[in-house]
């Protein structure tokens, strides 16, 4: 979603070390299956650094991939990327993979900026 990319303090010391983001579905109904790939600014994100809230849920990529989620017209999904570090302010680009049973492998990217 425009405008949800932040920086956030996963440790409670008051520096950010990653960041969050939402994401609607604004398509069609889909289940996700498999993993997701994230790169921020062209940089791979391990997979055991990307968290996944959806339905009251949080769960690591991990562990996401050996689970089928139907995703909904409407539904939004929080990641937050363990990054070490916040991202400095101005536009970064957004890169997710993920594979659908109905369509297969879906991409796509997305700029957001951080104040």
């Known amino acids: 979603m425009k405008g949800s990319l932040e920086n956030v303090d996963l440790d409670g010391d008051g520096q ?16 996700i299956r498999g993993s997701l790939r994230v790169k ?21 990529a991990p562990e996401a991939a050996n689970r089928a989620f139907y995703v909904a017209v409407g539904d939004e999904i929080t990641i937050t990327l363990e990054l070490g570090k916040g991202l400095s302010p101005g536009e970064h ?19 957001d900026t951080v104040k």
């Open 40 to 60: 921020v600014d062209g940089e791979e994100v391990e997979p055991d650094k990307i968290i996944i809230e959806f339905k009251g849920e949080k769960l690591r």
């Open 93 to 111: 680009r957004i890169d997710i993979e993920f594979t659908t049973q109905e369509l297969g492998p879906v991409g796509f990217d997305f700029t």
């Open 16 to 31: 950010p070390e990653g960041v969050r983001f939402k994401l609607r579905n604004t398509l069609g109904g889909g289940t």
